[in-house]
């Protein structure tokens, strides 16, 4: 008679470590790719309860990407890195004033003029 033994089947060589929290899927997902281009393997942990029930994000601490042991140090200058090019990414040094040329076109467009004590349709002719 065969018999089988039972061992224990672990999905992961090392235990794991939390290396980044956030809000929604879509920005874990955004570093995990970023962590997969330095060669580094993430993964992502509660995506699916915050995509179903995001309004439990914060309660449950929101999306944790999580990598091996053996590459939790590196995965913490990476997530750095990343956190500093997102920083300073492509955003114009001085804000746009497009306030006094919004002004003129609107008047000239006619937007405000509704609000300037319009009849309505409601009223009976006398």
């Known amino acids: 008679m065969l018999r089988l033994r ?9 235990p794991m470590m939390t290396i980044a929290t956030f809000l929604t899927p879509e920005d ?4 995990r790719t970023f ?6 393997e993430g993964f992502l942990f509660d995506e699916h309860l915050t995509q179903w029930f995001w309004h439990y ?5 929101g999306v944790r990407l999580m990598v ?3 590459d ?11 956190m500093v090019n ?3 990414g492509p955003y114009p040094l001085a804000p ?6 919004v002004i003129p076109v609107s008047l000239w467009v006619g937007v405000p003029f509704p609000f300037f004590g319009r009849r309505s349709n409601n009223t009976k002719p006398r």
């Open 6 to 14: 039972r061992t224990p089947v672990l999905a992961f060589e090392s």
């Open 28 to 31: 874990a997902h955004l570093f």
């Open 35 to 40: 962590l997969g281009s330095s060669q580094i």
């Open 57 to 61: 994000s914060n309660a449950i601490g």
């Open 68 to 70: 091996s042991n053996k």
């Open 72 to 82: 939790a140090e590196e995965a913490a200058k990476v997530y750095q890195e990343y």
């Open 86 to 88: 997102l920083r300073t």
């Open 96 to 101: 746009v004033r497009a306030w006094p040329l």
